[in-house]
């Protein structure tokens, strides 16, 4: 077998959309610098709503949101103001403190907003942690095509081709689209991987994935990614990290009391603001969604 590991995500069902989470979970922390694995949609809202995720703060990590479907409005702390759509990834490192929201564009909202794609946290490593906050959005991203299968290479080396995206660890980020038929080598030297099928269907050396389960591929080993009818799927990953990593709500750090500290900055609006976007905020949840390490 090609797979070490299989993690069921857990599903929040928001009313009118799906989000799994299959990082963190209580089998998995981490693949390579990964240390959060949202998936979300596909869905359609009703035409005059929207999404919309008040400013809330990040510490000690980088922030990678991926679109298949829709657009989401991004504005940051750094004065930052984009339009997240399909096939421009948005990397927002948080260094020592940077806040953002998220809202569904007017446009969007008037013909009734689509959501559809990736939102995952990467751990930096500890010498940039601290660094000052960066935001990127990269769309000149490489494709590679061979056997009825495409993959856009969104951070990292793979098939010989290198994203322009800023990565602070070694990191692979690809979405993998399968023609019926079409196959793929996966064969990337990460020192951890994982696949996850994120629409219609593919098997690993004729292992069938799970629809929107993680799998997490067994080091060193070279496998074949196919499918019959055709399907989308999305392998993450990089170098493993030595040391652990504690997450409390929005804030991912590999040392305790750097969390403690941005719980009580956020507490006494020590943060930055965002231009554009400062008369709402998400306070500090006393019971966080994410996981919290001990």
């Known amino acids: 077998m090609s797979i070490a ?10 009313g009118e959309f799906e989000v799994r989470r299959a ?23 009703d035409p005059g709503k929207g999404m919309d995720v008040r400013p ?9 949101t991926w679109l298949f479907e829709g657009a989401i409005g991004h504005r940051d702390s750094l004065g930052t103001h984009s339009i997240i759509r ?12 940077i806040v953002h929201s998220e809202r569904s564009p007017a446009a969007e909202r008037a013909e009734g907003p689509q959501f559809y794609g990736m939102q995952t946290w990467l751990a930096l490593p500890e010498k940039y942690e601290e660094a000052e906050p960066t935001f990127e959005a990269v769309s000149d991203l490489p494709v590679v095509e061979d056997g009825g299968a ?22 692979i980020y690809a979405e993998i689209s399968l023609q019926p038929g079409g196959a793929i080598p996966i064969d990337s030297e990460a020192d951890e991987r994982a696949l996850m099928l994120v629409g219609g269907e593919a098997n690993l050396d004729g292992e069938a994935l799970v629809l929107y389960q993680l799998v997490v591929l067994k ?12 399907g989308r799927v999305m392998l993450l990953g990089g170098e493993a990290f030595p040391e652990r990593r504690h997450v409390f709500w929005n804030f991912v750090s590999s040392r305790r009391e750097r969390i403690e500290q941005a719980k009580e900055d956020w507490r006494a609006g020590r943060f930055p603001l965002i231009p554009g976007d400062a008369e709402e905020f998400i306070p500090l949840p006393d019971k966080p969604s994410t996981v919290i390490y001990p």
């Open 86 to 97: 399909p096939g421009t990834v948005n990397l927002m490192t948080a260094g020592r403190g």
């Open 23 to 45: 990082i963190p979970s209580p089998q998995l922390r981490m693949v390579g610098p990964f240390v959060f694995v949202d998936q979300f949609g596909p869905a359609r809202l």
């Open 150 to 171: 495409s993959a856009r290479i969104i951070m990292g080396s793979l098939w010989g081709r290198t994203a322009p995206t800023t990565c602070h660890a070694e990191t």
């Open 5 to 14: 590991l299989q993690v069921t995500p857990i599903t929040h069902d928001l």
């Open 219 to 230: 080091p060193g080993t070279s496998m074949r990614l196919a499918s019959v009818g055709g």
């Open 56 to 64: 809330h703060p990040h510490i000690n990590l980088a922030t990678v």
